[in-house]
């Protein structure tokens, strides 16, 4: 018996290993082209590349934790149903809860590190994300404006420079600041220099205009001396609900009215989600022997639709309880209720066969 065990476990384990690997690499493509704009733009290094793979992977693996667990389940399983070693297995005696013991053991190590992963790991990594993008927009920004080219790695600023006597020194530059789109400016400047100053990059200015636009009235106005600040960030200045911790987001819900569904939201989700491995630890063996001879791809068939499908009804669930037909509780936890009703109930009318 134990043996048995070993030898399914190891080969969940594999496969398990393989679908992180590609999940993660899946999702993190898509991370990586929004972010590739603003790193190309500036230059980044390998190591900060690097660094940037890192900080991602806790917040995927809250979502493929619980995929990798399933599609690891239906294609180790699924391989040996179209074996037949199921129905050998069975024929000798070992019911199918003893034959689904290997997944229990691999859905008990996913719902921990699930946990670990949402109420820890990720908001400490979403956090380190956001500032080592500024600080790599900060620190790099200066090597990357150059000479007669557009710059355009700062949202909303396109700076173009004709000449680059120094690193730090500019001379006839051109600043297009259309990040308050109510009052636009132009500014232009006979020289300057790049002065860093923490998380903010400065321009100190000499000898030039600024032109404003505002609705219908146009202003100009000319320097002797101009200070101008950027702050490179790809997202918004107050922290998003994916940076906090639940702690923080417990009391925001409590202190901030208009904030309490969606922190509340939050906080579910982060349970929710590292629970679900526990109810696919039912749902994936049944899955296996229902699908029949498909074998692998199968398999990889059933385990997408099912995520497919569940997560269309947690985003629906929410959705319902954001706009107040649903208290959050039920908007969203009834996807999860539903899908574990359905996991026992296939999992024993399986097993009585």
Known sequence: MLLIHRTIFKELLVSFLLSILFLNFTLMMEKLLRLSRIISGVGASLADIARIVLYLQPQLLILTLP???????????????????L???????????????????????????????????????STLLRKDLAEILTRRAPMAIEEGIFNTAFKGIVILIREKPSPDRLAGIFIVDDRNKEEQKV??????????????????????HVYITKESTFTEIQFGK??????PSIEPANRKNSEMTPG?????????????ISTLLELHRRLSMPALCLVLVFL?????????????????TVGLTVFAVYYIFLLYGENLARSGRLPHFLGAWMSFAALTTVSLVVFERVGRR
């Open 226 to 231: 101009y200070h101008f600040s950027l702050t």
């Open 248 to 260: 923080e987001l417990w009391r925001i819900s409590r202190e901030v009215p208009d904030k309490r």
């Open 284 to 300: 994936g063996p049944s899955l296996s022997l229902m699908a029949g001879k498909s074998g692998r791809l199968g398999g990889l």
């Open 87 to 125: 129905v050998i297995l069975r024929g000798s005696g070992l019911s199918f809860r003893s034959i689904s013991q290997p997944v229990l053991l691999l859905g008990l190590f996913c719902f921990a590190a699930g946990i670990a992963m949402s109420f820890s790991l990720s908001p400490a990594s």
């Open 67 to 85: 995929m990798a667990l399933l599609l690891s389940v239906l294609l180790v399983y699924g391989r040996m149903n179209a074996d037949s070693e």
């Open 187 to 208: 500014i232009t400047a006979r020289e300057g220099k790049l002065v860093p100053q923490g998380d903010t990059l400065s321009f100190s200015l000499d000898d030039g």
